[in-house]
């Protein structure tokens, strides 16, 4: 017994000897990678020559063809080359494949590079204007959600024409993918910036049927790439719709009351100079209701905030008539801003893109049932009243 005991004594300690010695099985070098930190997709024009791995003679039927771009980052960007600061070498290496499905074009990359492809440092995935029009977001998305390697905090984008071109910049050193990254903070100081819309978040959207928005970004004719507005994405077919512009948006987040922080630039009716409201917060509570076969929608606003800046030199800001008159002036911006973008929401796209239709799912679940399945189109025909409420709570110290 006791010969026993020693025996399995000395297996244990073997084992706790020999198990730092296996290091980490999944280690990879670093030097023997090709590090992916952005992807766009765009649809290919037709009538352009298709490559010899998007189909040959007695092949599958003629498919719409995708180019997707990695973009890798270099020696220079991960700390193996030298930075003399004097360099012009792009900090990034942009590389282009066509094909008529994603992994298989992907995978004709290795053709063309010398290091393993390695996405577990993606940052984002842009989505050309054409290619989201035409195809199934769900299908594009496809591969990207099933990928163990793809990072799921993978930010999503769509691209106003194509999306290549967001994956440009004439500075050498900047990287566009993680500037798109940093680009998104500013969700917290602006209404025309949406919420991060993630890999994560698009699969339960892609799913629920629901139209939804995505954040736009375009890349002006100077090289340099802007957030302009958003992609309203119809839920019945998971294809691009249309787009809405930065005022649009302001009045959409006005809406949801998502919005972390902001400005709104209003005009004094009595001076015809400009007002600057900053926001503080912000909330809204979209209320349903149901009479018989009607339905109609009441959304109430309110906010808080501060004068950041106005030019009526003539008054005096902490005087209760200008903080009133100034208050109604910034409650018929917001009102505006809200009624122009229900107005193309309800009547020209015809998608619910702010959430009514989760609201009556939530109060009326047996009239939700009865309407949902064409829910955009009943959306586009009921009457939506709105009421805003401003505060000013600070006027800065200007007066004093």
């Given at each position: ?239 691009l719709r249309g787009f809405l512009n930065e005022k649009e948006i302001e009045g959409l987040t006005w809406i ?145």
């Amino acid at each position: 017994m006791k010969h026993i005991t020693i025996r399995t004594l000395l297996s244990a300690l073997l084992v706790l000897i020999l198990l730092p010695l296996t290091g980490c099985w999944s280690n990879k070098e670093i030097e023997d990678l090709g590090l992916i930190v952005g992807t766009s997709l765009d649809l290919e024009k037709q009538g352009e020559p298709r490559e010899e791995s998007s189909g040959q003679a007695g092949g599958p039927p003629h498919r719409d063809r995708i180019t997707i771009t990695n973009q890798f980052v270099t020696a220079e960007t991960t700390g193996k080359g030298t930075k003399t600061g004097t360099s012009q070498q792009k900090a990034y290496n942009n590389v282009s494949e066509t094909g008529d499905t994603i992994l298989p074009t992907l995978r004709n990359m290795v053709l063309r590079i010398e290091k393993r492809a390695f996405a577990e440092h993606s940052k984002v995935i842009i989505i050309g204007e054409d290619l989201a029009r035409t195809m199934d977001l769900q299908k594009i998305l496809d591969f990207f959600i099933r990928e163990q390697e793809m990072r799921p905090s993978g930010l999503l984008l769509i691209a106003q024409n194509r999306a290549s071109k967001i994956l440009e910049s004439k500075k050498p050193m900047d990287i566009p993918a993680l500037k798109l990254v940093e680009m998104t903070h500013g969700h917290g100081r602006t209404t025309k910036i949406l919420p991060p819309t993630t890999l994560t978040k698009i699969e339960g959207k892609l799913h629920s049927g629901a139209s939804f928005l995505l954040q736009n970004v375009v890349s002006p004719s100077n090289g340099d790439i802007k957030f302009a507005g958003a992609a309203v994405i119809e839920g019945k077919t998971r294809k691009l719709r249309g787009f809405l512009n930065e005022k649009e948006i302001e009045g959409l987040t006005w809406i949801t009351g998502k919005g972390k922080g902001g400005l709104v630039k209003s005009v004094d009716k009595k001076t015809g100079q400009p007002i600057i409201y900053e926001i503080l917060s912000m909330k809204s509570k979209i209320k349903p209701h149901v009479d018989g076969n009607n339905i109609s929608f009441d959304i109430k606003i309110e906010s808080e905030g501060r004068i950041a800046e106005h030019w009526v030199v003539s008054e005096k800001t902490m005087e209760t008539e200008f903080l009133k008159r100034t208050e109604k002036e910034i409650e018929k911006e917001v009102e505006r801003l809200v009624k122009n973008v229900l107005d193309k929401i309800q009547h020209e796209y015809k998608t619910d893109v702010s959430g009514f239709g989760n609201k009556l799912r939530i109060k009326y679940p047996h009239i939700w049932k009865t309407v949902k399945k064409d829910w955009d189109q009943t959306f586009s025909e009921v009457p939506i009243k709105h009421e805003v409420k401003i505060t000013i709570k600070d006027y800065g110290t200007s007066d004093e």
